[in-house]
């Protein structure tokens, strides 16, 4: 069984910081590539908010002007948002995704994975 869960999310004053953490888990993962955390605010599509691949490359959406800082921990198969100087517009649920192949018993499988979201609220 392979999951990923977020955490860190909450409520916080316009200003304020939050990290938010993705981790794997499951015997079943082979390999990891990319992780990305996405978000959702209410009425609006879900978007990219930063990603990091294998080479800790990273990117992020036009919005985070560097705000943001998005980072690894490849050996705890974690994933880590650091978010600063935090907006009211930066509410919405924050999702994770990391691209990963898990071992199946027909072979290796290679697929992005979701977490459930965390909720990040800003107030203003």
């Known amino acids: 069984q392979v999951q990923l869960v977020e955490s860190g999310g909450g409520l916080v004053q316009a200003g304020g910081s939050l990290r938010l953490s993705c981790s794997a888990s499951?015997?079943?993962?082979?390999?990891?590539?990319?992780m990305t955390w996405h978000r959702q605010a209410p009425g609006k599509r879900r978007e990219m908010v930063a990603q990091?691949?294998?080479?800790?490359?990273?990117d992020y959406g036009d919005f985070v002007k560097g705000r943001f800082t998005i980072s690894k921990d490849s050996a705890k198969n974690t994933v880590y948002l650091q978010m600063n100087s935090l907006k009211p517009e930066d509410t919405g649920v924050y999702f994770c995704?990391?691209?990963?192949?898990?071992?199946?018993?027909?072979?290796?499988?290679?697929?992005?994975?979701w977490g459930e979201g965390t909720q990040v609220t800003v107030s203003s």
């Open positions: 990091i691949m294998g080479g800790s490359r990273t």
């Open positions: 995704s990391f691209d990963m192949t898990v071992q199946t018993d027909w072979g290796t499988n290679t697929r992005p994975w």
């Open positions: 499951g015997s079943a993962i082979v390999s990891i590539k990319t």
